[in-house]
């Protein structure tokens, strides 16, 4: 069964440095999605990426971040310059919008990448 | 306010007993889902629903749109069903895909 990957499953770095998280969505998808979870709170949305662009952001998502869809199946989120608050699981998902009757679609989460900002 | 909240927060129950995980928001939405998160941290979609009831093996879930309220079943509830059940709506806003999650309910089943 086809299934969203993420990479690392768990990154360490210093505060201030650049961080990218890498996804594989579903092949076939197209729409896709950054989500986070600080340890012990709600998943809360950060972005979401169709037709090349990012279609929606939320108020996290500040210039700090930014995302990318390089090749075609990779998507990548980008964190400038990180900071202690930026600790939490990052989520990727993907869905299927467009190629069927149905307007809303289910979307399939990745594994989850665990940033640790020191 | 937030704008999806479940009840309880947290449920623990003895193997075979009857679940039921409540969510409500105060949103116009376009679809509901009902998510599962593991404690390794993964999170599985179990349902998406705009209405009505929908069932899957021991899983049902139901909405009602004009209550803005949802309910998770569990029948014969076993010790692998517990994880964290979280509830996430879709609001209804034109081209919107984003969800916006509950705070999630960690169910316990004890064997």
């Known amino acids: 069964e086809p299934e969203v990957t993420q990479t690392p499953s768990h990154q360490v770095t210093q505060m201030g440095q650049e961080v990218i998280l890498r996804c594989v969505p579903i092949?076939?998808?197209?729409?896709f999605y950054w989500y986070r979870q600080i340890l012990g709170q709600k998943v809360e949305f950060l972005v979401s990426?169709?037709?090349?662009?990012?279609?929606?952001k939320s108020e996290i998502f500040d210039d700090q971040f930014s995302v990318e869809r390089p090749d075609g199946s990779n998507f990548t989120l980008k964190i400038r310059s990180t900071k202690l608050e930026d600790s939490a699981m990052y989520f990727c998902a993907s869905s299927d919008w467009g190629n069927t009757p149905s307007f809303f679609h289910e979307q399939y989460f990745g594994p989850g990448t665990r940033l640790t900002v020191t | 306010k937030n704008e999806v909240e479940q009840s309880p927060q947290n449920l623990t129950a003895q193997e075979g007993e009857f679940i039921t995980i409540n969510c409500s928001y105060s949103?116009?939405?376009?679809?509901l889902h009902w998510l599962q998160q593991h404690p390794g941290g993964g999170i599985v979609s179990l349902f998406m629903?705009?209405?009505g009831k929908k069932k899957h093996g021991r899983l049902i879930a139901t909405i009602n749109i004009q209550e803005k309220h949802s309910s998770l079943h569990i029948t014969a509830s076993h010790p692998r069903d517990s994880a964290v059940y979280i509830c996430?709506?879709?609001?209804?806003?034109?081209?919107?895909?984003?969800?916006?999650f509950g705070q999630g309910t960690r169910l316990t089943i004890n064997p």
């Open positions: 092949s076939n998808h197209l729409y």
């Open positions: 629903l705009s209405s």
């Open positions: 949103v116009g939405i376009s679809a």
């Open positions: 996430a709506v879709q609001p209804i806003i034109q081209g919107a895909q984003k969800l916006v």
């Open positions: 990426f169709y037709n090349n662009e990012i279609s929606e």
